[in-house]
Structures are given as C-alpha cells and as structure tokens.
C-alpha cells in the first residue's frame, strides 16, 4: 500500500528545497558570512528556515572542543544516548566561523556550488 502523505510530503519538499537553492546566491553567503546569528534579511532567513526543518538524523551541530578556543563540527546520529559523529572539518577558531562553515556544508548539500 502506497503512503500518500510521504507522496505529497517528497513533492512539498521537493520544491521548498528547490526555492530555497534559488534563494542561494553570493550576497546571501556574504550577509551570513558577516553575521551568523543574525539579524537576517529576507532571502536568508527563508533558505535558514528550510535548513532547520531537516531530520534530526545527519544534522550538523557545533562541539566546542575548548571553549572560546577551539570548535568542530559534528553530525547527530537521531539515535537517543549516541554522541554525534565529530566531523574531520576544523578546527575551528570561533564559534561564528563553525557556523558558517556549517551553514556553506547545508547550501552544498541543496545542490549549490559555493
């Protein structure tokens, strides 16, 4: 038996994913280069907000390995009590950085060369 709400939530993320990679450009990756906390404008929120609605499984976290000094970045599990998998990305020197080193990782995986 087909499952139709998976059906229509594949084409609902097909093109939100689709939006949001259009949305990418280099003003984008600057403004968030910039400022990683924000505030955003409206384009960057809109691709941050389809970034955030992934799977907790394979999502990008920061781990500050010494805090204010050093941080990595990491990728959960979605497994209850599984330390996520430390990435070889890094180190990075600021916690901004490793944020916008997570942010260029997610737009890749969009499909968008950066």
């Given amino acids: 038996m087909r499952d139709r709400e998976l059906e229509v939530y594949e084409l609902f993320d097909a093109g939100a994913r689709a939006?949001?990679?259009?949305l990418v450009t280099d003003e984008?990756?600057?403004e968030h280069a910039a400022n990683p906390s924000g505030p955003h404008g409206d384009n960057l929120q809109r691709v941050l907000r389809y970034l955030r609605r992934a799977p907790v499984e394979g999502k990008y976290v920061i781990v500050a390995v010494r805090p204010w000094a050093e941080y990595r970045i990491a990728a959960?599990?979605?497994?209850?009590?599984?330390?996520?998998?430390?990435?070889d990305d890094g180190?990075?020197?600021?916690?901004?950085?490793a944020m916008h080193?997570?942010?260029?990782?997610?737009?890749?995986?969009?499909?968008?060369?950066?």
């Fill in 19 to 22: 939006r949001a990679a259009a």
């Fill in 28 to 30: 984008v990756i600057a």
């Fill in 76 to 87: 959960l599990t979605g497994v209850r009590g599984e330390p996520p998998r430390v990435l």
């Fill in 91 to 97: 180190p990075y020197a600021t916690e901004a950085d």
């Fill in 101 to 114: 080193a997570v942010f260029l990782r997610r737009v890749r995986e969009l499909g968008v060369a950066v």
